[in-house]
C-alpha cells in the first residue's frame, strides 16, 4: 500500500507563490502516477493536477492551467506542485493522489491533506 505525506500548505497573499511536496513510500515510485487534488470549503474535491509515470504525460484543471506546475523527482519519490498567481478561490485542502493508471486522471489512494489559504 502506499503511504503518502503532503506539506508545504499555508496562508498567502493573492498573487503569491507556494510549492507543495508529497513524499510517497511504499511502493515503487517510477511506475505510479501521482496527482492533486483539492477541496473548497463547502465543495467536493476536485482534480487538479496529474503526472503519468510514463514520461511526458502530464494533465491540468482548466482552472490552474499556466499558473501550476506539477513536476515529479523519481529519484527522492517525490511530486511537486508550483502555484503561481494564487487567488482567493484557490482555497482548498489540497491532497496529493496516487495511482498504477497511465492516465494522470485516475487514483486510488490519497494524502491527508494540506491546507492552502490565498486571501485577498
Known amino acids: 500500500q502506499v503511504q503518502l505525506v503532503e506539506s508545504g500548505g499555508g496562508l498567502v497573499q493573492a498573487g503569491g507563490s507556494l510549492r507543495l511536496s508529497c513524499a510517497a513510500s511504499?511502493?515503487?515510485?517510477?511506475?505510479?502516477?501521482m496527482g492533486w487534488f483539492r477541496q473548497p470549503p463547502g465543495k467536493e474535491r476536485e482534480f487538479v493536477a496529474g503526472i503519468s509515470w510514463i514520461p511526458g504525460r502530464l494533465d491540468y484543471a482548466d482552472s490552474v492551467k499556466g499558473r501550476f506546475t506539477i513536476s515529479r523527482d523519481n529519484a527522492k519519490n517525490t511530486v511537486d506542485l508550483r502555484m503561481n498567481s494564487l487567488k482567493p478561490e484557490d482555497t482548498a485542502v489540497y491532497y496529493c493522489?496516487?495511482?498504477?493508471?497511465?492516465?494522470?486522471?485516475?487514483?486510488?489512494?490519497w494524502g491527508q491533506g494540506t491546507q492552502v489559504t490565498v486571501s485577498s
Open positions: 511504499g511502493r515503487t515510485f517510477s511506475r505510479l502516477t
Open positions: 493522489a496516487a495511482g498504477s493508471d497511465s492516465s494522470p486522471r485516475y487514483y486510488d489512494v
